[in-house]
């Protein structure tokens, strides 16, 4: 029972996501949705679930669905309009380099919603991620300011936020 209870989140996430790409409610696809999922999460949970009861607290839940309205609505609009801009501008005015920004998270799996985050934001990469200072080195197509508390404002902000409050 502890077993399925620490693999809960990994199934109902492999469900969902087979039923999204599969693109049908079948009875069939039903079926085999559940057997894929119920094997996927059996076998990663070990590895992926550090603490089950994190992984079905429903806050963390209500958070990561928050963040990913906001990330993908607003965030990621934003930062493609600006990235367009800057292309079609004749003089292309773009001022990039590698700043440093101080990071809150301490969790692997925040660090790797960060990254994540970041790097899928058009004008931003991370290039290297050092754990012990807690800074995140990050190519920036437009830098702006190389002062750490407004890096991190314009960078990382929300993000290192929520993902705090989902995964530590």
Do not use: Q
Not at 41 to 66: C, F
Not at 145 to 152: I, P
């Amino acid at each position: 029972m502890k077993r399925l209870l620490r693999a809960f989140s990994i199934i109902l996430f492999s469900f969902l996501l087979y039923l999204v790409y599969s693109g049908s409610m079948r009875l069939y696809d039903i079926v085999t949705g559940i057997a894929v999922s119920l094997a996927i999460g059996i076998i990663m949970a070990p590895i992926v679930v550090e603490n089950w009861r994190k992984s079905l607290d429903i806050y963390r839940l209500l958070y990561l669905i928050k963040y990913i309205i906001v990330y993908f609505f607003i965030y990621e609009v934003k930062s493609h309009l600006n990235v367009i801009k800057l292309g079609l501008s004749p003089s292309m005015p773009i001022r990039p380099g590698v700043v440093r920004v101080p990071i809150c998270s301490k969790s692997g799996y925040a660090l790797t919603l960060l990254s994540l985050s970041i790097t899928n934001t058009p004008g931003t990469v991370v290039v290297d991620i050092d754990e012990d200072k807690s800074t995140l080195y990050v190519n920036w197509i437009y830098v702006t300011t190389v002062e750490s508390e407004k890096v991190y404002r314009e960078v990382v902000g929300e993000f290192d936020v929520y993902a705090k409050k989902i995964f530590d």
